[in-house]
């Protein structure tokens, strides 16, 4: 059984760590802040001191960073993954970047002997510690087909997408325009209800039962009437970057995003208001204008 790695063990890479772990897979990680790599420990992982400590021990090696300037040195910097794995190994970008930085990186790794699959994931924090993530993946037919078992091990569904660098970003920013999307129409439906006197329950109950009920709604919707606002793995930085990324492809492909446009706005709302909060508390804001909370038993008028 190959070895796997995991760069970023955050929210999102503690999940792929401990899937790949309970899965039998020798597990090395790598992640700047010491208590997620003492967690990542505890649960049976195997630490390095940098990107090619991990690549030195990995075939296949998941990339979970917030950026595509952090991906890019992860991979290709001094003590980048391609300084130290040996050639056929496979490097999986889960991270969201935009298509162009995941095309950037691809150019770079030709000629190393290294395969890349860009393949960003979607299902958030339960989904990544459930192993039960939609992975996104492009890439050649032999590196996919080669990481397919550490990819089942963390995914529900694993789409093929595509067979180059960007192809699976470029999905993925298609997605997020459409989650960003639904979730404003949420925060938006939930002020609604408490100004106009809804209980929480009552909204959660025909919503989650109507046609507009999924797995976006029906999870923001109880995170807003329980008011759970930080802390519950979804924090907005990550959502308000990736509709940015969704933002710029419309920008540059000509396609006019009108609604995705309109939650980018919701977003940063609620990033400068209550930038340790996360998605959901896009929702406080909404509700400090119209004077309404809405709560899981009843709506709470507050001016």
């Not at 955050?10 to 790949?20: C, F, I, T, V």
């Not at 130290?84 to 950037?104: K, S």
């Not at 997020?176 to 949420?186: R, V």
């Not at 930080?230 to 009108?258: R, W, Y």
Request: overall charge negative.
């Amino acid at each position: 059984m190959m070895s796997v790695g995991v760069i970023g063990l955050g929210d999102m890479g503690s999940g792929l760590a401990k899937n790949l772990i309970a899965n039998g897979f020798e597990t090395w990680g790598r992640d700047l802040l010491e208590h997620r790599r003492d967690a990542f420990v505890e649960m049976g992982g195997h630490t390095e001191a940098d990107a090619a400590g991990v690549g030195r021990k990995a075939q296949a090696v998941f990339v979970m960073v917030m950026k595509g300037a952090e991906a890019y040195n992860v991979i290709l910097g001094e003590h980048g993954l391609v300084q130290t794995m040996a050639p056929g190994g496979v490097i999986l970008l889960t991270a969201t970047i935009r298509p162009a930085e995941a095309r950037a990186i691809g150019a770079a790794l030709e000629g190393t002997g290294l395969h890349l699959i860009d393949s960003p994931v979607s299902g958030g924090y339960p989904g990544a510690q459930a192993g039960t993530l939609t992975m996104m993946a492009a890439g050649s037919d032999e590196a996919l087909d080669k990481a397919r078992p550490v990819m089942e091990a963390v995914s529900a569904n694993v789409h093929r997408v595509g067979d180059k660098p960007g192809d699976g970003q470029t999905v993925k920013a298609c997605l997020q325009s459409l989650i960003g999307a639904q979730f404003a129409a949420t925060f938006e439906a939930a002020a609604l209800a408490a100004k106009a006197g809804v209980p929480g329950q009552v909204i959660l109950d025909v919503f989650s039962t109507s046609s507009a009920g999924c797995g976006v709604v029906n999870n923001a919707v109880e995170k807003i009437i329980d008011r759970h606002f930080e802390g519950t793995g979804s924090h907005i930085n990550t959502m308000h970057k990736d509709l940015t990324i969704s933002m710029a492809l419309g920008e540059e492909l000509g396609v006019p995003l009108h609604t995705a446009a309109s939650a980018m706005q919701i977003f940063h709302a609620g990033r400068t208001r209550y930038p340790d909060g996360d998605n959901w508390v896009c929702t406080r804001v909404i509700e400090e204008i119209v004077g309404a909370e809405l709560h899981r038993d009843c709506a709470k008028v507050t001016r």
